[in-house]
């Protein structure tokens, strides 16, 4: 049975960082991705990353977030600096298998989801 598990969320004033990590576990993929939903608003893509490592970011994630696995362990980590009071929401972390190799933070394609782990950033 297909399971993933966020942890590491928490607070942080703005301009502060954190680390969120994801296990996962009973399920062979080969796209992992994070993703965020906040009060009021649709699940948005943040980042992905394939097996090879190859990674791609939306826009309000490139250049402060950074996503990162460690395959043996099947785990999963984001990045995050120079956090904003807009990145508050909760952050779910996603896996699938992808026929056509493509691995990108679009919500729709992920068919394995984890339960979330709250991050605030206060001004």
């Known amino acids: 049975q297909a399971r993933l598990a966020e942890s590491g969320g928490g607070s942080v004033q703005a301009g502060g960082s954190l680390k969120i990590s994801c296990v996962v576990s009973g399920y062979t993929y080969n796209c992992l991705g994070w993703f965020r939903q906040a009060l009021g608003k649709e699940r948005e893509g943040v980042a992905a990353i394939n097996l090879g490592g190859s990674e791609t970011y939306t826009d309000s994630a490139q250049g402060r977030f950074t996503i990162s696995q460690d395959k043996p362990r099947n785990k999963m980590f984001l990045q995050m600096n120079n956090l904003e009071p807009e990145d508050t929401a909760s952050y779910y972390c996603?896996?699938?298998?992808?026929?056509?190799?493509?691995?990108?933070?679009?919500?729709?394609?992920?068919?394995?989801w984890g339960r979330g782990t709250q991050v605030t950033v206060s001004s």
């Open positions: 996603a896996a699938r298998w992808s026929r056509d190799g493509s691995c990108t933070p679009d919500p729709h394609p992920f068919t394995h």
